[in-house]
C-alpha cells in the first residue's frame, strides 16, 4: 500500500470516529452544540496563532529552504483562543447576561486588541514578528469563531439540526469528490501558487459531489428548500468550499506550515480538516434564512 493510500485510511478512519459525536451534538443541540462550536474554533485560533509564532522571518516563507522556528504560544494567541471560543457561546447567553457590555462581541474584539499590542510589546523579543503576532491573535477568532458561529445560528432555526447536516454534506461531498476526481483525472492545475495539487477536473467533480449531496439531503430529509435552491446551494458551496481550502493554504504557504497541527491523524490539524466549512456555514445560513 502506498503512502498515499495509507493517507486516505487514516483520514476515513478518523473520520469515521468522530462522526457519531458530531451527530449527537448536533441531534442535541442547544448548549452542548454551540460548546461543541466553541472548542473547535477555540482550537483552531490555537493553530493559527501556532503557525504564525513558528513561521521564518527575512525570506520568502514559500522559498525552498524557509524553516519554521520553535514557536512558543503567548498569552495574546490564548486570548485569541478564548474570544473565538466565546464569539460561538455570546448567542446562547440569556436576555439579562448579553446585554452586558462586557459581554459583547465588539468589547471583546477591542480588548483582544488591545492585549494582543501589550503583549507583543513586551514579550516578543524579536520586533519583526510583533505586527504578524498580533493580527494573527486578532485575525483567528474573526476567521473561526464568527465563521463557525453560522452553525449555532443555524441550528436555532426551524429544521436546524437538518440544515446543518445540508452544510456538512455539501462540504464534505465537495472535498471527496474534488478529491477523487482529482487524482484520477487531475491534468490542469487550478492554483498553483497556492495549491499545486489541485486541478480543475477536481474542481468539477467536487461542484457535481456538491450539487448531489445538497439534492439528495434536501429530498429526503430538508423540504424547507425547491430543488432549485438545493442545486444553488451546492453549487454555491463548490465554489465557497474551494475558497475556503485555497485560504487556508496560503495563510500555510505564507508561515511555511504544512499542515495546521497535528491534532486530526491523516488530516493534519483541525483547521485543515473545517477550513471549506468555514466558508460554506454563513452561506448556508444566508440561503436558510431566505428560503
Known amino acids: 500500500m502506498t503512502d498515499q493510500n495509507k493517507n486516505l485510511v487514516l483520514r476515513i478512519v478518523t473520520a469515521l470516529g468522530l462522526l457519531p459525536l458530531v451527530l449527537l451534538l448536533i441531534a442535541l443541540g442547544g448548549v452542548w452544540f454551540s460548546l461543541l462550536i466553541a472548542l473547535v474554533a477555540g482550537l483552531c485560533a490555537l493553530e493559527l496563532n501556532q503557525m504564525a509564532a513558528a513561521a521564518p522571518l527575512g525570506i520568502p516563507a514559500a522559498a525552498p529552504g524557509a524553516k519554521a522556528r520553535?514557536?512558543?504560544?503567548?498569552?495574546?494567541?490564548?486570548?485569541?483562543?478564548?474570544?473565538?471560543?466565546?464569539?460561538?457561546?455570546?448567542?446562547?447567553?440569556?436576555?439579562?447576561?448579553?446585554?452586558?457590555?462586557?459581554?459583547?462581541?465588539?468589547?471583546?474584539l477591542a480588548a483582544l486588541v488591545l492585549f494582543a499590542l501589550v503583549d507583543a510589546l513586551f514579550f516578543e523579543p524579536e520586533l519583526p514578528r510583533a505586527p504578524l503576532r498580533v493580527a494573527a491573535a486578532v485575525l483567528a477568532p474573526l476567521y473561526t469563531g464568527l465563521t463557525l458561529s453560522a452553525l449555532g445560528l443555524l441550528r436555532q432555526l426551524p429544521n436546524g439540526a437538518w440544515w446543518i447536516v445540508l452544510a456538512l454534506v455539501v462540504t464534505w461531498f465537495n472535498d471527496?469528490?474534488?478529491?477523487?476526481?482529482?487524482?484520477?483525472?487531475?491534468?490542469?492545475?487550478?492554483?498553483?501558487?497556492?495549491?499545486?495539487s489541485k486541478t480543475w477536473e477536481g474542481f468539477?467533480?467536487?461542484?457535481?459531489?456538491?450539487?448531489?449531496?445538497?439534492?439528495?439531503?434536501?429530498?429526503?430529509?430538508?423540504?424547507?428548500?425547491?430543488?432549485?435552491?438545493?442545486?444553488?446551494?451546492?453549487?454555491?458551496?463548490?465554489?465557497?468550499?474551494?475558497?475556503?481550502?485555497?485560504?487556508?493554504?496560503?495563510?500555510?504557504?505564507?508561515?511555511?506550515?504544512?499542515?495546521?497541527?497535528?491534532?486530526?491523524?491523516?488530516?493534519?490539524?483541525?483547521?485543515?480538516?473545517?477550513?471549506?466549512?468555514?466558508?460554506?456555514?454563513?452561506?448556508?445560513?444566508?440561503?436558510?434564512?431566505?428560503?
Not at 243 to 264: H, I, N, Q, V, Y
Open 204 to 291: 468539477l467533480g467536487g461542484a457535481l459531489a456538491s450539487t448531489l449531496g445538497a439534492v439528495l439531503v434536501n429530498a429526503l430529509f430538508l423540504r424547507a428548500l425547491s430543488p432549485v435552491g438545493a442545486v444553488l446551494v451546492g453549487l454555491g458551496g463548490s465554489v465557497l468550499g474551494p475558497l475556503g481550502d485555497l485560504s487556508e493554504s496560503m495563510l500555510k504557504r505564507g508561515f511555511a506550515a504544512k499542515d495546521s497541527g497535528r491534532m486530526l491523524p491523516g488530516h493534519g490539524g483541525l483547521l485543515d480538516r473545517v477550513d471549506a466549512l468555514l466558508f460554506v456555514a454563513p452561506f448556508v445560513l444566508f440561503c436558510a434564512r431566505h428560503s
Open 176 to 196: 471527496t469528490g474534488g478529491y477523487f476526481a482529482g487524482r484520477f483525472l487531475g491534468k490542469h492545475k487550478l492554483y498553483p501558487r497556492v495549491s499545486p
Open 70 to 108: 520553535a514557536g512558543r504560544l503567548g498569552a495574546g494567541a490564548l486570548a485569541s483562543a478564548l474570544v473565538a471560543w466565546a464569539i460561538p457561546m455570546l448567542d446562547r447567553l440569556p436576555s439579562q447576561l448579553s446585554s452586558w457590555q462586557p459581554l459583547s462581541f465588539r468589547f471583546l
